[in-house]
């Protein structure tokens, strides 16, 4: 199925992310092409972090004794780095041209970014684990050729319920205390106003950055989920059962 198909990975430099592409490359090398998103500014410090972060690691050690001489130029064929972060809407590209390469390209999309921490800022995890799947999601919708999209969610979005756990999706406004109302533009909205109050008090980025975590927790355990990872890992799955239309979606 990989072979001569272009992939697009967010969380390009995460552990997950590393080691699918590794095994891609290493046992299908007619691979078309792995586009990696990575949070950079430009293009040169994304390069940068492919280089320190990704391609430099021991894992890439099989394939580089397998390789040899080759290894470079092969990376630099199959591997595009995509400077953007998916908090924001076209997931920060700024290039134009790179934009309409993955439309026109992309034959698979796999949603490997996330924040994982339990005690993350409710803002940050928000943005990435709920909203950064809406934006991947648009883009998907955008891109002509695309096969499959793959959304690495978590076990945990079922939270601490106790028993057989059916593996069935998330729909928008279900909850795991069956508590009801929840409506993720209106928790955006709650975040949006509670950032704008600290600012208005002059509040210390310290004061901001607590704030915001215990408002995770608080949030997430109003409508029964444990942490604010999982919690919006839920949301996540929400947003594409809602919004997915005819997309091909797996969620793992």
């Not at 430099?56 to 780095?81: R, Y």
């Not at 994982?116 to 809406?134: A, I, M, P, Q």
């Not at 799955?237 to 979606?249: A, C, H, N, Y």
Request: proline content about 4%; hydrophobic content about 40%.
């Amino acid at each position: 199925f990989l072979e001569n198909k272009a992939i697009l990975i967010t969380g390009g430099a995460g552990f997950l992310a590393k080691i699918f592409a590794e095994k891609v490359l290493r046992t299908q090398p007619n691979v078309k092409k792995l586009y990696l998103l990575l949070r950079a500014a430009d293009k040169k410090s994304a390069s940068l972090r492919l280089q320190n972060e990704i391609i430099g690691k021991d894992l890439f050690k099989v394939l580089k004794q397998k390789m040899g001489a080759n290894f470079n130029p092969f990376i630099s064929e199959k591997v595009t780095v995509v400077p953007g972060d998916l908090s924001y809407k076209d997931l920060g590209i700024k290039d134009p041209d790179l934009m309409e390469e993955l439309l026109r390209e992309v034959d698979v999309i796999i949603n490997l970014a996330a924040t994982t921490n339990f005690d993350e800022r409710y803002d940050v995890s928000l943005y990435l684990n709920t909203f950064g799947v809406k934006h991947i999601l648009d883009l998907a919708k955008k891109c002509r050729n695309l096969k499959v999209f793959l959304q690495v969610s978590t076990a945990y979005v079922s939270g601490e319920t106790p028993g057989l756990i059916k593996e069935s999706p998330y729909y928008m406004g279900e909850t795991l205390n069956g508590r009801p109302g929840l409506d993720i533009e209106v928790e955006k909205k709650l975040v949006e106003a509670k950032l704008e109050e600290l600012q208005d008090e002059g509040a210390t980025e310290a004061t901001i950055k607590l704030t915001m975590k215990d408002m995770g927790m608080e949030r997430s355990r109003h409508w029964g989920w444990p942490n604010v990872y999982v919690f919006t890992k839920a949301l996540g799955e929400m947003v594409l059962m809602q919004e997915k239309g005819d997309i091909p979606l797996v969620i793992v």
